[in-house]
């Protein structure tokens, strides 16, 4: 999918929108010298392209991208040596940073993150199956040595299918067990998903943990309620399916409390959302548990020549 892109706020750019490219951004050479953007040299990488052509990336290059009037500050791309027909290949790891929705349908780009959407200017027709003969095989087989340009092959056969299709089923803590190396195996439980989706035991009121509020003119405060967050789209599923999981485990409950905490996400730096819940306003009124802490020259003498460490 390509579309119209502005860079650095005055140079018109086309795009492609490639969800198949693992990379944020790619602009080849011919294009950094047409709009005379910056070269930053890094430490030589190699990159490996649709047709398995490779190419050496020495620089990257930094730039302000603007895609529907929505602007990224600062966005750094690849210098690729290759030519093509787009100044710049955005890819995957862009369209999850923008919430990217494409619909070769509509000829739209979807950025939910901005609520904004975006129309193509061409739409590229997705490569057909087709069988091909034996001769043929070995014809661009000898045609991509002589060309130095490689050539992927990928088999699968019906076992492989109903492999892949089989559903998923734990293992067992004597598969588990058996699994580990000898010294290990006394620890067993740490390695088994359905032990670590439990609770701890309660205690006692010695050791279970509790929140205690400062008191203001000698009264115990009123427990602070948050408010709701507006979420987008896909914000809103995760928190579904996060608070389905929650729920199933039992780590939480459904409660009429008349405390809350609203519930907010962070964009990983690789992609995808980070569930966090907004604790400030109950932590202003927590009482401190405050204790020293050991010195660490202390710490360090006394562990420093010790072999194995536990908790």
């Known amino acids: 999918m390509s579309i119209h892109t502005v860079i650095n706020s005055t140079t018109p750019a086309t795009a492609m929108v490639d969800n ?7 602009v080849n050479e011919q294009s950094v010298r047409k709009m005379n953007l910056p070269r ?26 603007d895609v529907g009037g929505v602007q990224q500050h600062r966005v750094a791309a690849y210098i690729t040596p290759s030519t093509y027909d787009y100044d710049i290949i955005l890819g995957k790891t862009w369209l999850e940073d923008v919430g990217g929705v494409i619909s070769t349908k509509d000829k739209l780009l979807s950025m939910e993150r901005y609520n904004v959407t975006v129309r193509s200017t061409e739409v590229l027709t997705p490569l057909d199956c087709c069988p091909v003969s034996a001769v043929a095989f070995q014809y661009h087989v000898r045609k991509s040595r002589k060309e130095n340009s490689g050539i992927q092959v990928f088999a699968a056969s019906m076992k492989d299918i109903q492999k892949a ?18 010294y290990l195996q006394s620890y ?9 989706n439990k609770l701890p035991p309660h205690r006692g009121p010695t050791v279970d943990h509790t929140i205690e509020l400062n008191e203001v003119d000698g009264k115990t405060p009123e427990v602070p309620y948050g408010p709701l967050y507006a979420m987008s789209r896909d914000e809103l599923l995760v928190l579904r399916r996060t608070l ?19 519930v907010l996400f962070v964009r990983k730096p690789g992609g995808g959302l980070r ?21 660490i020259k202390e710490t360090l003498n006394m562990i420093g020549r010790a072999t194995w460490y536990t908790n």
């Open 165 to 182: 299709l089989k559903p998923k089923t734990q293992m067992t803590v004597q598969e588990v067990k058996a699994a580990l190396p000898a």
């Open 275 to 295: 569930f966090c819940v907004d604790y400030r306003a109950l932590n202003a009124l927590t009482k401190k548990d405050r204790y020293p802490l050991p010195l």
């Open 40 to 65: 930053i040299p890094i430490t030589p990488m190699t990159i490996e392209g649709v047709n398995s052509q490779r190419s050496t990336i020495t620089a990257i290059t930094e730039f302000t991208l």
């Open 20 to 26: 198949g490219c693992c990379t944020y951004c790619l």
């Open 244 to 262: 389905l999981d929650l729920l199933e485990k039992g780590f939480i409950r459904a409660s009429n409390s008349p405390a809350a905490s609203p």
């Open 188 to 196: 067993v439980k740490l390695f088994v998903p359905e032990e670590g």
